[in-house]
């Protein structure tokens, strides 16, 4: 059993939850070597493939009847995975040659595919391992009737694994699965991803300890903390519970106050929008009372696929977005890979500086064959829902006028082949990089608007890899330096006319509404849950105090001045 008392991890999904452990090892059947032929290996390992690949299909059909597409994706991938020829092949190559059982020949088969995409060092392509892992396990509960989650939790409890899969988490009853705790994970994994949809409450990346837990020892997990409590004492425990009634109570509230509009006390409007990039997200974000979508990251709609999709499923996908928020502004962000972003549709050549090299808007100029496809999907999506369409990683406004020839091109060819387009499209530009910010005036000139992305102006002003640990102290968005690029920017953009918006995780922090609101920013976007603190926050600010407030905090010193300051 861990010693410490309180175990601390990366918080996957909020909320607090109160139970006893239910220890839950997904690959357990290894087993020792084989009982049966290797002819009958095979034969008892195709048919469960065959099996599971049936229930995962049945699965991915009924999500999609549910209307949960991006659920169903996962599922659709989880089937490529099982049929990869290469998974069998390495199991018949263990049994025939290692003389293995078919469960512990697919395990180990499994878990080298697991190893290698580990290996890779690819925060994207770690997080399939976990897939990799949720069918092996699957295939391996076929063969030796070991219980899968689903089965094993009778009672309500908190879950405690080194790894969980999406099945996992789809086929547990949810009066059941109170939250999970996992040893590996990731904030990018399916399992995180999902727990954050479904609003199972989770920490993950706990370490290896986590396993030694006893079944049945009483657990606390705060999701938002990232912390697990082991057996806590009775004081701990009932200031969780008060914490979890606060949690509740404000969030009681705030439902209430969806439907209030996003202004100050004086009356000044803010846009306050979603980052939305599913037909799942939006349909939360309109629950949250979002006027719009201010940030689409398509990379993120292509993330399942081996493939680019082409211009019609692009239309579709943009269409079932906006469908989810009738009449409101969607604006969509054209393809942003590079740097930190891979997609397995989209592999990028090795570079010594990927963050400073070939990625966003760059990529797009270089291969119109990805991004006229894109522009014209967009434009098209247009002719019947408010589609603005968004650039991002600018540096200079030759980008900005290559990009708008390329729209024109776009726009010239769907009128000649008398397809339905946008009448007037709206083409934005994302301030990420500190270029933009200082040259806003002339971006100003021929952009329609601005969207702040506060996470890349950050890693840019300061120098500093935003996915780099080691030098996290030094990745500060509230730096005084990144709020005065935010400042500049605004008041070039008004001069023009233009709005502004922040997209980056600084708008979905209620701390510095009041702060951006100051320094001129007309619409804030963030992820679907912030909506409800943020709407509150507005609702709470007031102009010429947040003004002062701005002014305050760009003759602070330091972000910690500014954050002293804001607190
Ligand atoms: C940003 O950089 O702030 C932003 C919103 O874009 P992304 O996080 O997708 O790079
Ligand atoms: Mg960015």
């Known amino acids: 059993m861990p010693t410490a008392q309180i175990m601390r991890g990366l918080a996957a999904a909020p909320g607090i939850v109160i139970g006893p452990a239910l220890v839950f090892n997904p690959v357990s059947a290894a087993g020792a070597a084989a009982a049966e032929s290797p002819e009958d290996a095979m034969a008892r390992l195709d048919a469960a493939i065959a099996e599971v690949d049936i229930a995962i299909a049945a699965l991915e059909e009924q999500l999609r009847a549910e209307e949960q597409a991006e659920e169903a994706e996962i599922f659709g991938a989880h089937r490529m995975l099982l049929g990869d020829p290469s998974l069998r092949e390495r199991a018949a190559a263990l049994i025939v040659e290692g003389g293995m059982g078919a469960a512990q020949a697919i395990g180990a088969?499994?878990?080298?595919?697991?190893?290698?995409?580990?290996?890779?060092?690819?925060?994207?392509?770690?997080?399939?391992?976990?897939d990799v892992r949720d069918v092996v396990g699957q295939v391996q509960r076929r063969l030796t009737g070991a219980k899968g989650l689903a089965e094993r939790l009778e009672a309500p409890a908190v879950v405690v694994a080194r790894d969980l899969g999406p099945s996992d988490l789809i086929s547990a009853p949810r009066e059941r699965l109170l939250g999970f705790a996992l040893a590996a994970g990731g904030l990018t994994a399916h399992s995180t991803i999902l727990a954050r949809a479904l609003g199972i409450p989770a920490v993950v990346g706990l370490g290896e300890d986590l396993l030694d837990l006893p079944e049945g020892v009483a657990l606390a997990l705060d999701g938002a903390a990232g912390s697990l409590h082991i057996d806590p004492p009775a004081e701990a425990l009932a200031r969780l519970r008060g914490a979890r009634a606060d949690i509740d109570a404000r969030m009681d509230a705030m439902r209430a106050d969806v439907g209030l509009p996003a202004?100050?006390?004086?009356?000044?409007?803010?846009?306050?929008?979603?980052?939305?990039s599913t037909p799942a997200e939006a349909l939360a974000a309109r629950a949250w009372g979002a006027a719009g979508v201010g940030l689409l990251r398509t990379e993120l709609l292509f993330l399942e696929r081996p493939d680019l999709p082409g211009e019609e499923e692009q239309l579709a996908l943009y269409t079932a977005v906006a469908a989810e928020l009738p009449g409101a502004p969607i604006t969509v962000r054209t393809l942003d890979v590079g740097g930190d972003k891979h997609l397995p549709a989209f592999p990028l050549p090795h570079e010594d500086n990927p963050f400073l090299g070939w990625r966003g808007l760059r990529i797009g100029l270089s291969q119109p064959e990805i991004l006229l496809p894109q522009l014209r999907a967009l434009l098209r999506a247009g002719a019947a829902a408010d589609i603005r369409i968004m650039l991002p990683m600018v540096s200079t406004v030759d980008e900005l006028r290559r990009a708008r020839a390329l729209l024109d091109r776009a726009r010239e060819q769907l009128a000649e082949e008398g397809l339905e387009q946008?009448?007037?499209?709206?083409?934005?530009?994302?301030?990420?990089?500190?270029?933009?910010?200082?040259?806003?005036?002339?971006?100003?000139?021929?952009?329609d608007f601005f969207s702040i992305g506060t996470n890349d102006l950050t890693q840019y002003t300061l120098a500093c890899d935003r996915g780099n640990s080691r030098i996290n102290e030094l990745y500060q968005p509230l730096d005084p330096a990144v709020l005065r690029l935010i400042r500049m920017t605004c008041e070039a953009a008004h001069r023009h006319g233009r709005h502004v918006a922040v997209c980056g995780e600084l708008g979905g922090d209620p701390a510095a509404t009041a702060l951006l609101i100051g320094l001129g920013v007309d619409e804030l976007s963030c992820g679907p849950n912030s909506l409800p603190l943020v709407r509150a926050a507005i609702r709470a600010a007031e102009g010429a105090a947040a003004t002062e407030?701005?002014?305050?905090?760009?003759?602070?010193?330091?972000?910690?001045e500014v954050r002293d300051l804001l607190s």
């Open 109 to 130: 088969a499994g878990e080298e595919q697991a190893a290698e995409l580990i290996a890779i060092g690819d925060e994207y392509l770690s997080a399939r391992a976990a």
């Open 263 to 276: 202004v100050t006390r004086d009356g000044r409007a803010v846009a306050l929008v979603a980052n939305a």
């Open 422 to 447: 946008a009448a007037s499209p709206q083409l934005g530009v994302m301030i990420e990089v500190p270029a933009a910010a200082l040259n806003a005036e002339a971006l100003a000139r021929e952009a």
């Open 549 to 560: 407030l701005a002014d305050r905090a760009l003759a602070c010193a330091s972000a910690a």
